[in-house]
């Protein structure tokens, strides 16, 4: 069964090469924080606050995100929308193709892997809270992880303590910005960790695990829409979506080292960018992942006049010069963390004085978040 599934996805590929047009992404402005953020902030604090709910991860696949899924019905649906109008046909031809075969094996499992299975359920969960075609539902989340543009940093402060940091920018940000909320992932009765999470979508972008570690992702290297099959080939053959594989580790591992061990190794559908910090010195990463492992891990240095502080936006980190997409964002970074030097980074200053600056700050920026998992620190601002 699995083998015609991929004979039917390898005939679509093909196909979508020779038809597929990809969306032309709409430019970030760069805004100014004081402009735009406190304006909107004094303005409008009220559409700033971003929800809270628990989510069970023991409670059964299909019912797992029920609450946040009806808070935010009407705007995942437009979000929906937008998204599924970048999409070509023969795209979602394909997932159609995978989801009844899904379907058909669903009682069973047969021919689809324990990670697959428990993945595909939640998206017929979401599917009947939204009353959507569950295609169309997977289809979406892979995009997610398609479309996404950021900005992670990790540093220490004066006493080698970790300050973490990022900032969430998505070409769709009209879209993307009202179904924004947090998440404390709740097992056995006790919050195991907490996210910034896009109602609609079961991936984890930026999570904190307390006393232990945090993870942001950054996208590399996946503009175009061929790229949705290949991650669901692999998908298929038993490996993460980074986003997924976030989660997982947070629920998992037990340590920095063993989080890290994990973003570096395990199989992904996706190349990306982790960025994970820990709670003692030194222990601060950007782990720029191809599919099947680490192609390069770059870590902080408390001692390194450079690398006590390390960033990464949506490029290989040793490509100079920074190419055009990054539009300065990398630069902008270098500078406003030499500025304020090792002796006067904090949780306050990395925001305020970096991911609130431009063009780091842009108008593709939804949300900004600061994590320490040393003093549990998970604080986020969303912008309008």
Request: aromatic share 12%; proline share 4%; glycine share 6%.
């Amino acid at each position: 069964m699995r083998q015609k599934v991929l004979t039917i996805i390898c005939i679509l590929m093909t196909i979508g090469l020779v038809t597929a047009r990809y969306p032309s992404y709409r430019e970030f402005v760069s805004r100014t924080r004081d402009q735009d953020v406190l304006t909107g902030f004094k303005e409008n604090i009220d559409s700033l606050e971003i929800p809270t709910f628990d989510i069970n991860l023991d409670a059964h696949p299909t019912t797992r995100w029920d609450k946040s899924t009806r808070y935010f019905e009407h705007q995942i649906k437009y979000c929906h929308q937008t998204i599924m109008s970048y999409i070509p046909w023969y795209m979602q031809q394909l997932f159609w193709v995978v989801s009844e075969v899904m379907k058909s094996q669903q009682s069973s499992f047969n021919g689809l892997t324990e990670l697959s299975s428990d993945k595909y359920l939640q998206y017929v969960g979401l599917a009947q809270t939204l009353d959507l075609p569950v295609h169309e539902v997977m289809l979406t989340n892979f995009a997610y992880e398609l479309f996404a543009h950021c900005t992670s940093i990790v540093a220490h402060n004066a006493k080698g303590e970790i300050v973490h940091g990022r900032n969430m920018d998505y070409p769709l940000y009209d879209s993307m910005h009202n179904i924004t909320y947090n998440a404390n992932f709740v097992k056995n009765g006790r919050t195991i960790f907490k996210a910034v999470m896009f109602a609609g979508y079961t991936g984890v972008f930026t999570a904190m695990t307390p006393n232990k570690f945090a993870i942001s992702i950054n996208q590399r290297n996946t503009e175009t829409t061929l790229g949705l099959a290949i991650n669901l080939v692999r998908w298929l053959g038993s490996s993460y979506s980074p986003a997924s594989l976030l989660g997982y580790v947070c629920e998992h591992a037990g340590s920095f080292e063993e989080a890290q061990d994990m973003l570096a190794n395990m199989p992904l559908t996706a190349p990306v960018y982790y960025t994970v910090s820990g709670t003692s010195q030194d222990q601060g990463a950007i782990i720029t992942r191809d599919r099947t492992g680490a192609a390069d891990i770059w870590k902080i240095n408390f001692h390194s006049p450079a690398d006590w502080c390390i960033g990464q936006t949506n490029y290989d980190h040793w490509i100079t010069p920074p190419p055009a997409s990054d539009k300065n964002r990398s630069n902008a970074v270098r500078q406003a963390v030499a500025e304020i030097g090792k002796g006067n980074m904090s949780e306050d200053t990395l925001l305020k004085k970096v991911l609130q600056q431009s063009p780091i700050l842009n108008r593709g920026t939804i949300y900004s978040t600061i994590m320490s998992a040393a003093t549990s620190e998970f604080f986020t601002v969303r912008y309008i």
